[in-house]
């Protein structure tokens, strides 16, 4: 087969740190001072969870069942994952770069259009800085051609690079060296919305939207320089790449010639663990996974997958409770030269 897979490993964290760009489970939450709150419910179980998964759309169908004698109304919430602005080495490759709906997220409650909010928060070194980026007017979404860090008084610029919020960029672009101050901080962002769930009835709540899929022109899978690499033996343990797909990564790689770059990467990532918070495991979950091209190579975690069509991969589980998170490594191969 030219698109391997392996064993899940139920222990293995996924990839899900810049730029790889993530998607995520709902969950409920509770509005608490200081932001968002991810909580357990006793009453609603999610009793399927149909998700596709490809590098140009997520799909996800979820069917909730309250099974109290009252109806309950709580706030659902659909964490992303964290962006980190990178002017440097590049942006996140994401739909709308300078928007806070940066990945057109849409949800649907019964088939109904629904308004969601959002939280936005902006971190440096691991602490919130959002407060301190909104008193400078600074957008926390910035667009790639974003340079009014620049134009900050001095004082200012040494104090947001020193909170990790800002680097600088030096280059040489035809008018001599150039000095930037450009934004690094880490964006967190959660969307949410109020759902009442009747007593003894289901609800069915789709979303979707277009992922933010973290890229490289080259891969270090397949590289002169791979075997012995921290980062190589971690792209093996995150997506769980097995000896078929290597195998043929070695034969590309022979054609391509000792510096060629056979293949580019597209990473996806989606936050599976957060649907272990309803009342009980998901009755039953079905994922599809679209590598785009039947020339694309990908590998992913999971057991018991079936390839359903020349571009298409699904598994299958009953009574699920998601221990590990998903991430999807997809190689495409690099135009001939």
């Known amino acids: 087969m030219n698109t391997p897979f392996a064993a899940l490993s139920i222990g293995l964290a996924a990839l899900i740190v810049p730029p ?21 419910t006793a009453d609603i179980e999610m009793r399927s969870e149909e998700l596709f998964v490809s ?8 069917r909730f069942f309250n099974q109290a004698a009252q109806d309950r109304t709580v706030t659902v919430a659909f964490p992303m994952p964290d962006v980190t602005l990178d ?11 300078g928007s806070e709906n940066f990945l057109d997220f849409s949800t649907k409650a019964d088939g109904k259009p629904v308004a969601t909010d959002v939280e936005v928060k902006a971190f440096g070194n691991g602490v ?18 974003y ?3 620049t134009a900050l008084p001095k004082a200012q610029r040494d104090e947001l690079i020193g909170l990790g919020l800002a680097a600088v960029n030096e280059f040489d672009a035809g008018r001599g060296w150039e000095q930037h101050v450009v934004p690094s901080w880490t964006l967190k962002t959660t969307y949410h919305f109020q759902q009442t769930f009747p007593a003894g009835r289901e609800v069915v709540i789709e979303h979707r939207y277009t992922p933010a899929t973290g890229q490289s ?4 899978i397949g590289s002169s320089y791979a075997n012995g690499s921290t980062e190589y033996a971690n792209d093996l343990r995150t997506y769980c790449v097995d000896q078929s797909l290597l195998a043929a990564v070695k034969r590309a790689q022979a054609k391509a010639g000792k510096d060629g ?9 989606y936050i599976l663990t957060t649907g272990a918070n309803w009342a009980a495991p998901i009755k039953d979950f079905r994922l599809v996974v679209d590598k785009g091209d039947a020339r694309n190579l990908v590998s992913f975690c999971g057991d018991g997958v079936k390839k359903i069509s020349p571009t298409r991969f699904e598994m299958r589980k009953t009574d699920f409770t998601p221990a590990a998170d998903l991430a999807v490594l997809i190689l495409r191969p690099s135009p001939a030269r």
Do not use: C
Not at 20 to 38: C, I, K, M, P, R
Not at 55 to 62: D, F, G, K
Not at 87 to 97: A, L, Q, R
Not at 217 to 220: A, L
């Open 87 to 97: 002017f440097i080495d590049g942006m996140t490759s994401v739909p709308h770069p």
């Open 261 to 269: 770059m056979p293949f580019s990467e597209q990473r996806v990532a």
């Open 55 to 62: 590098a140009q759309e997520i799909r996800v169908a979820y």
């Open 147 to 149: 340079d009014g860090l």
């Open 20 to 40: 790889a760009a993530a998607l995520a489970n709902d969950s409920t939450a509770e509005l608490a001072a200081g932001g968002l709150v991810l909580t357990k």
């Open 217 to 220: 022109v080259g891969s270090v």
């Open 128 to 145: 919130d800085q959002t407060a301190l980026l909104r008193r400078l007017g600074v957008p926390l979404y910035p667009d790639a051609d």
